[in-house]
């Protein structure tokens, strides 16, 4: 198994809901990352996962709330978001934390549009 | 301060030719090159990768060269197919680090 799923692929959330975003993967993985693409841009990191623990948050706002529940799983939390906040959020995963020969293997995505 | 940088936004090239995408960058600690593939509305997706050990790599029709002294690496495809319309994004990272820096895309428009 050489996926990475994220549910759900679309997401429609008003500005006061409380909405989860989800990703799995089973290669073994011990780095778990979450990056939002804004269209004609590069993604763009937020979150990075090392062996389950939090390693590093790119000033990320804390109406979005990352939590990776097992070395599987890895859950973004949505709060109060604002309509700047729509964009495509992608999970990724890698074979360890480390940079080189390290390859990251992305998600299908999930297209959020807050209103 | 961009510190890998895709200058050619759009490229546009025949079917069965060859295609040929740049890719540079400022930061001398890189050791690491990465190209992903992304259709509209999905995840990227890796193609190939190269190891600043070596400067070149090649995967079926895709080739990809570094030139180290001019901190500069190239994506070749050939030839070029339909499916390969899409945007490919250059990436670095460095023993230690955790992330991927990426360039800003260039859009292959693959004509028939």
């Known amino acids: 198994d050489t996926e990475v799923t994220q549910t759900p692929k679309h997401l429609v959330m008003g500005m006061t809901n409380k909405k989860s975003l989800k990703c799995e993967q089973h290669?073994?993985?011990?780095?778990m990352y979450w990056y939002k693409q804004k269209a004609k841009k590069p993604p763009e990191l937020m979150f990075v996962?090392?062996?389950?623990?939090?390693?590093i948050n790119e000033s990320v706002p804390s109406r979005f709330s990352p939590e990776c529940p097992n070395s599987s799983l890895l859950n973004l939390h949505l709060h109060a978001l604002q309509p700047e906040d729509s964009a495509l959020y992608l999970c990724?995963?890698?074979?360890?934390?480390?940079?080189?020969?390290?390859?990251?293997?992305f998600g299908p995505g999930t297209r959020l549009t807050v209103l | 301060d961009q510190q890998v940088k895709q200058n050619s936004p759009s490229l546009s090239v025949q079917e069965g030719r060859i295609s040929i995408l740049n890719c540079d960058y400022t930061?001398?600690?890189?050791?690491?090159f990465l190209w992903y593939k992304k259709y509209p509305a999905e995840g990227p997706t890796f193609l190939i990768s190269?190891?600043?050990?070596?400067d070149k790599n090649e995967d079926g029709r895709f080739t990809v060269f570094l030139n180290k002294s001019a901190k500069h690496l190239s994506l070749h495809i050939v030839p070029s197919q339909p499916g390969d319309s899409a945007v490919y994004f250059c990436?670095?990272?460095?023993?230690?680090?955790?992330?991927?820096?990426f360039g800003q895309g260039t859009r292959l428009t693959i004509n028939p």
């Open positions: 290669m073994g993985h011990r780095a």
């Open positions: 990724a995963s890698s074979q360890t934390p480390g940079g080189s020969y390290n390859e990251q293997f």
């Open positions: 996962y090392s062996y389950e623990k939090l390693s």
């Open positions: 990436a670095a990272s460095f023993q230690g680090a955790q992330k991927l820096v």
């Open positions: 930061n001398s600690m890189f050791d690491y």
């Open positions: 190269i190891s600043s050990i070596k």
